[in-house]
């Protein structure tokens, strides 16, 4: 995800080493953006040649035809479901301006001292060429804003920096512009307080002022803040008619997380929380409890909000709640698209309601006023939804990072300072798009292909076939109760959640899965979602057992299918086998073995009938078919024997059209491989040194006939046929 990336600034970069070296080691390799063409040619370049490196050997290879067939282009607002509607649902969204009022006027105050401390020493940092503490300042407004108690803490332990010897300040680490972005205002500020940094002049005593009054505010009572949220909790509770209503709460920083959970708790509300510091098990019961249907078990066994930090709420799946909460807002709009994204997202069967709390009259209001009202305008001109279509979080962070600081600076100047980033914004749109053109249009999302897929019938065989194997079983669970010793089958159906059924699975080495096979959408956290990813699962598919030539062909009656179809029924895997890569120059899928499946039905009159076999397959897919017994040793050999000679004559037509696939991509692959072979050719022409220059001619050279020789032993295929099942059906009576 977030793939463009690993693009780059160069190819020298860490992330375009670690894309090449994870495009070589996977055999399948998909990149998602929103953003894959910033208007860097360069870039985008280097982000195709993750993906075939021969087929884009040089930027000039950047070109709508060669990438149309690598790109899958939709736009999130085209989107739909299969049954033609949006596939979001649509989101309201409120800025809520909270006033401090006269009991909050000590907080005003604060925020007021800290915002000139922050404009003080954000100048004084930039005269002295101290970056670090630039960095420091910007957090410092971001904390008050967040909460008192997050300013409280951070002045307590940046006090405790200043009053410690000279000798125990430390360097601050070296962090690129994409690496600092990623992290979260919690990683920052622990980044920052970590590193020991040298004072500003006069730092000390302000610190020491505005850590006294940070302690005043807070003894003082619940901030503005905390209040407004307990009222809009209320509200919103009331607006959606739930009283159990669940709510994300976001916070930046994890003292105001800690803060509110206290807060919350003591009124009534069962609160968790999720935070960057928590493993996965950790994670995964917080999660758990918020996904609790409170209205159907114990109210102590889950919780109706949870407080995430912008890194706890990573990779995050709410869409059983639709409800956010910004408590503070990040300054870089994507990272308030990412909070709410955690419940708009597939699957979510409400309108996303998101609300995000500002102080009434601050700097921060005011920008974010303004720019929302002339993002809006963008968007709309342009048909884009969002900042992320158009830059990466890096970029965003960047710029808004820029806007907040210049508007803390000189906030009488707010709107000259949003229209440079709306001019720079509609700029970066332009490029963007211009460039994109590169991507192709974007695809008719048809809604019939969407049913066709939906309803294949895959997960239901995978169902009967993991349930009919764990049933086939001949070890019986033995479960104990108090009162008597109870037989169970090792998988049975427990129960249904729409139109999933949800079973309980016992595999033989003890484990325990419920779950269902279809309709993963509707399924709860607790419930697996049981398919080949399974390994288990996965197992058994690669483990099923093809037909040994000589085995008893079983005879078998199958509901449903007319008392006149006798015969051999029998299902063949046709294939052309090649020869494996020997230098890894080609394709990896120009070694895969290209197959096809054929059933094949012979009456008992000898006569071949092509519809009825794929009847009979379809009858076996979807009924049980019940043995009557085998054949004997002789007759089993003799209608084998009669049914391969048929099999090989009647899947000719197979192999050939196989093989005309194979050649069609062996012509592609050596089309593409020239192109390349020749784009290398004439950067190394350009090397002024004729004796490196003719090394690298000669090198280049021995590459190419290695590959072609490898291309000629690619074209040399040859049939195989393998027997998946053989059975004798018979007239139902």
């Known amino acids: 995800d977030e793939a463009h990336r690993l693009g780059g600034s160069t190819d020298q970069v860490a992330r375009f080493k670690l894309g090449q070296g994870l495009s070589e080691a996977a055999p399948y390799f998909l990149l998602l953006s929103a953003t894959p063409h910033q208007g860097k040619t360069d870039a985008f370049h280097r982000l195709l040649s993750l993906i075939d490196a021969q087929a884009f050997p040089d930027v000039g290879s950047v070109t709508q035809d060669r990438v149309q067939p690598y790109v899958i282009r939709t736009e999130k607002r085209r989107a739909i479901t299969a049954e033609g509607k949006p596939l979001f649902k649509p989101r309201k969204t409120e800025l809520v301006p909270v006033s401090w009022g006269e009991a909050h006027q000590d907080q005003r105050l604060l925020y007021e001292a800290v915002t000139e401390y922050v404009r003080e020493g954000y100048n004084q940092a930039m005269r002295e060429k101290r970056s670090y503490i630039g960095f420091l300042m910007i957090l410092m407004q971001r904390l008050v804003v967040s909460s008192t108690s997050a300013i409280r803490t951070t002045l307590e332990r940046r006090l405790e920096v200043l009053e410690a010897p000279q000798e125990q300040l430390t360097l601050f680490p070296m962090y690129s512009d994409d690496d600092w972005a990623d992290l979260d205002g919690q990683e920052q500020i622990e980044t920052l307080l970590t590193t020991r940094l040298k004072a500003l002049k006069n730092e000390r005593a302000e610190v020491k002022l505005l850590l006294e009054a940070a302690t005043r505010c807070e003894q003082a009572g619940p901030d503005a803040k905390a209040e407004a949220l307990l009222d809009w909790l209320y509200r919103l509770q009331a607006d959606e008619g ?13 003292p105001t997380q800690q803060m509110l959970q206290q807060f919350l708790t003591e009124r009534g509300f069962p609160v968790v929380c999720l935070n960057g510091s928590m493993d996965m098990d950790e994670r995964k019961k917080v999660q758990d409890a918020f996904a609790e249907d409170l209205s159907a078990c114990n109210a102590q066994a889950g919780a109706r909000i949870l407080i995430s930090t912008d890194a706890g709420g990573e990779g995050l799946n709410l869409q059983f709640c639709h409800v956010v909460i910004n408590y503070d807002i990040p300054w870089n709009p994507m990272r308030l698209e990412q909070r709410i994204g955690r419940v708009d997202r597939i699957g979510q069967t409400h309108v996303v309601r998101a609300v995000n709390f500002v102080f009434e009259d ?127 089958p090792r998988a049975e159906a427990i129960g249904k959640n729409g139109p999933a059924t949800i079973w309980r699975l016992v595999w033989p080495d003890g484990f325990v899965q419920e779950g269902s096979f279809t309709h993963h959408s509707l399924l709860s956290p607790h419930h697996s979602k049981l398919g080949l990813e399974e390994p288990r699962i996965r197992g058994l598919a690669m483990r099923l057992p093809r037909f040994a030539p000589g085995q008893p062909i079983s005879i078998v009656t199958i509901p449903g299918i007319s008392d006149e179809i006798t015969g051999l029924w029998s299902l063949w895997r046709i294939s052309i086998a090649i020869e494996q890569n020997q230098l890894g120059t080609l394709n990896p899928e120009l070694g895969t073995r290209r197959r096809r499946i054929m059933p094949l039905f012979v009456g008992d009159g000898g006569k071949i009938f092509t519809p009825t076999a794929r009847h009979l397959w379809d009858q076996l897919l979807s009924a049980t078919p019940n043995v009557q017994g085998h054949l004997d040793m002789d007759e089993s050999r003799e209608a084998f024997d009669r049914l391969a000679e048929i099999a090989e004559e009647h899947g000719k037509f197979i192999y050939d059209e196989l093989v005309q696939e194979h050649r069609s991509r062996l012509i592609r692959e050596k089309e593409k491989g020239e192109y390349a072979f020749a784009a290398r050719r004439k950067i190394i022409e350009r090397v002024g040194l004729p004796q490196v220059r003719d090394h690298r001619l000669d090198l280049l050279q021995q590459e190419e006939l290695a590959w072609r020789d490898e291309l000629e032993r690619k074209a040399r295929v040859y049939p ?13 009576h």
């Open 362 to 488: 601050s700097v921060e209001h005011r920008v974010r006023e303004v720019l929302e009202e002339k993002l809006a305008v963008i968007f709309e001109e342009f048909g884009i939804d969002k900042t992320g279509d158009v830059l990466d979080s890096a970029q965003a962070g960047q710029i808004f990072d820029d806007l907040y600081v210049e508007a803390i600076l000189n906030p009488d100047d707010v709107d000259t300072s949003v229209d440079k980033v709306i001019t720079r914004l509609q700029e970066q749109v332009r490029d963007t798009q211009a460039s994109s053109s590169v991507l192709g249009a974007n695809e008719e999302l048809e809604p019939s292909e969407a049913q066709r897929l939906m309803a294949h019938p895959l997960p239901h065989w995978i169902e009967t076939m993991t349930t009919s194997w764990l049933r086939s079983r001949s070890d019986e669970l033995k479960v104990m109760s108090t009162e008597h010793v109870e037989k169970r």
């Open 720 to 732: 195989e046929m393998v027997p998946l099942l053989v059975i004798r059906v018979e007239e139902n």
């Open 242 to 254: 739930d009283p159990e209503l669940k709510v994300l709460v976001f916070t930046e920083f994890v």
